[in-house]
């Protein structure tokens, strides 16, 4: 029963495009969204996040957009960079205000020079 | 300055063998927690320790137990390892109330 998901395990843009990264959820319970990038051989670097009362959030090249009703957020990065090659979590939290995020699988995103 | 560090980086042992994670955090944080990423890639939280004291407990086998002696360090010891075992172990820290996590590097166990 995975309640995070990320159906696309690898996305291919090029360098200047946007990039646009999906995670669905299932529990409503989730109040609470956060994007983590990984390199390889590192682990998960904090990038952005989205609390549910709020449908945008940006922080420079990356803005995370959240649609509560489809159970959707996206994470957009423009203009895409070689150096943001990696891996992209999404996770979500606010299940009894344990601190407990639940991760998505991940999707794999090479950005081509 | 690392923010959350892990030792050993890499960890290759025998089947039945007892071994130790260690996890330290510079952060001032007072929450603690421990992640396995398994072969599937997907990151599972494990332990959650704040002030020492365990707040999440999973359905972990009892092999694996958690140590805090203070809130700057939370280790991993296990027991009797199994293949399935292998696996990459995530350390992260937050402040107590709010979401965000800060992850270490990560420990790469691989049981033989």
């Known amino acids: 029963d995975q309640q995070v998901k990320q159906n696309s395990p690898s996305l291919s843009v090029q360098e200047g495009r946007i990039s646009i990264l999906n995670c669905d959820y299932t529990?409503?319970?989730?109040?609470?969204f956060l994007w983590y990038k990984k390199y390889p051989a590192e682990g998960p670097t904090f990038l952005i996040s989205?609390?549910?009362?709020?449908d945008k959030n940006e922080d420079g090249r990356f803005t995370v957009f959240l649609n509560k009703s489809a159970k959707h957020l996206s994470l957009h990065i423009v203009p895409s960079q070689p150096g943001d090659s990696a891996v992209y979590f999404c996770?979500?939290?606010?299940?009894?205000?344990?601190?407990?995020?639940?991760f998505g699988q991940g999707t794999t995103l090479q950005v081509k020079p | 300055d690392t923010a959350v560090s892990q030792t050993p980086k890499y960890l290759v042992t025998q089947m039945g063998n007892d071994k130790s994670i260690k996890c330290e955090q510079n952060?001032?944080?007072?929450?603690m927690y421990w992640y396995k990423q398994d072969s599937k890639k997907f990151l599972k939280i494990m332990f959650s320790?704040?002030?020492?004291?365990?707040?999440i407990n999973e359905t972990v086998p009892n092999r694996f137990s958690p140590k805090s002696p203070d809130k700057a360090h939370l280790n991993l010891h296990i027991n009797s390892l199994e293949l399935g075992d292998s696996a990459v172990y995530f350390c992260?820290?937050?402040?107590?109330?709010?979401?965000?996590?800060?992850f270490g590097p990560g420990t790469r166990l691989l049981v033989l």
């Open positions: 529990n409503s319970m989730f109040d609470y």
């Open positions: 992260a820290s937050s402040l107590a109330g709010e979401e965000t996590q800060y």
């Open positions: 320790y704040n002030n020492k004291e365990l707040i």
């Open positions: 989205i609390s549910s009362i709020k």
């Open positions: 996770a979500a939290s606010g299940l009894v205000n344990t601190g407990k995020l639940i």
């Open positions: 952060l001032g944080h007072d929450t």
